[in-house]
Structures are given as structure tokens and as C-alpha cells.
């Protein structure tokens, strides 16, 4: 009866150590194949251009202008046109891994159509590019507050067909809006040029 138990118990060892082997590879080659993935990603980037979506609240401030609530709306708005203009500058000045150009969150034929009419340069001049480039997306995703106070903003690189990329890809950039913190959308932009320029450099060496 022992010796039964024993080679059961030593058959289902070894079952254990195949199952794991096999997750292993199945997780292995997953992993690969993300890999070359994120390493075409980066390199058509590199090569194409970076379509910024500016952040407009625009039904927000709508419905607290319903509300009655104008004054707090205009605070809203003017402080997502102060962030937007501070944006564009960080780009601007820090941005250098690939084209990029700007277009209004209110323009969804941008994304429903492909329709680069209203995209516009960091001059607020409309872009002229090659359709046939490699296109991505930059949105603004989501504010995420401390102790009720906005603290770091979201942005995130997405593909033409508006799907989230996928890590190893760096996708997800974060900028701090501290006040104590002054140009931290510059830095944040800085950060996110460093990042995608180093992340090429190891997947073309």
C-alpha cells in the first residue's frame, strides 16, 4: 500500500513539474511575442509621427455651466487651457523621438476618419504630413488625486486603430501636478523623449 502511494505521489510530481514547465514556455514565448511587437512599435514611432489629443473637458464645463456653476466652470476651463498650453510647450522644446502635431479632443474625425484637417503644429499651424507614415495617438487618460488634490496625470501612447500597446512597450507616461513641482509637464515630456529614445537603442543594437 505504501509503495502504491509512493509511486502516485511521485507520478503526480512529475505531472506538477511538466505542467509547470509548460505555463513556463506558453509565458516564455508570450513574452516574446510582445517583445517584437513593442520593438516594431517603437521603431515605426520613431519614424512616424505622435497625433496629441488636447484635453478639453468640454462637456464637463458644459453641464456645470447648466448648473449654474460658472464661476467654478471657468476655472475649469482656464486651468485645462493653461495645462494645454504648457503641454504643447513641453513638446515643443523636449520632444524629439518623432513628428508630432496636436488636435483638439472635440475633433473625433480625427480617429473616426482619419481626418488630419484640424491637426495643428506647436505654432497652432495646420500640419502638413504623409498620410502613409506611421500614425499614433497620445491621450490624456486620466487625473489622479492625493488628499483631494489633482496630483499626477495619465497619458498614454495608443496605435492608429486606437488599441492600447502593450509592455515591454513604455505606453504609459505620468507628469506630477504638485505645486510645489514648477515645469513638471517639461520634465514629464523629457522623461517620456528619454524613455522611448532609450528603448529604441536596445531593441536596434
Known amino acids: 500500500m505504501l509503495e502504491k502511494d509512493f509511486r502516485l505521489l511521485i507520478r503526480e510530481g512529475i505531472l506538477l513539474v511538466l ?45 456645470l455651466q447648466q448648473a449654474g456653476n460658472h464661476e467654478e466652470a471657468q476655472k475649469l476651463k482656464e486651468k485645462i487651457q493653461d495645462r494645454n498650453q504648457r503641454l504643447i510647450t513641453a513638446f ?12 483638439p479632443n472635440t475633433k473625433r474625425e480625427v ?12 505654432d497652432y499651424n495646420l500640419c502638413d504630413f504623409d498620410e502613409d507614415i506611421p500614425i499614433y495617438f497620445m491621450f490624456f487618460e486620466s487625473e489622479l488625486s492625493l488628499f483631494r488634490t489633482p496630483s499626477f496625470v495619465i497619458y498614454e501612447i495608443k496605435d492608429n486603430k486606437i488599441m492600447r500597446l ?8 505620468r507628469t506630477s501636478t504638485f ?13 517620456m523623449d528619454r524613455i522611448l529614445e532609450n528603448y529604441l537603442y536596445k531593441n536596434t543594437k
Open 19 to 63: 505542467l509547470i514547465i509548460v505555463l513556463h514556455s506558453s509565458s516564455c514565448a508570450s513574452y516574446k511575442a510582445k517583445k517584437l511587437i513593442a520593438k516594431d512599435h517603437i521603431s515605426q514611432l520613431s519614424k512616424g509621427i505622435l497625433l496629441i489629443r488636447i484635453d478639453g473637458r468640454d462637456r464637463k464645463i458644459q453641464l
Open 92 to 103: 515643443k522644446n523636449h520632444y524629439f523621438f518623432s513628428d508630432f502635431c496636436f488636435y
Open 111 to 122: 480617429i473616426k476618419y482619419h481626418d488630419y484637417s484640424s491637426v495643428y503644429d506647436y
Open 166 to 173: 502593450e509592455k515591454p512597450f513604455p505606453y504609459k507616461f
Open 179 to 191: 505645486f510645489i513641482y514648477e515645469n513638471n509637464l517639461e520634465v514629464g515630456v523629457k522623461n
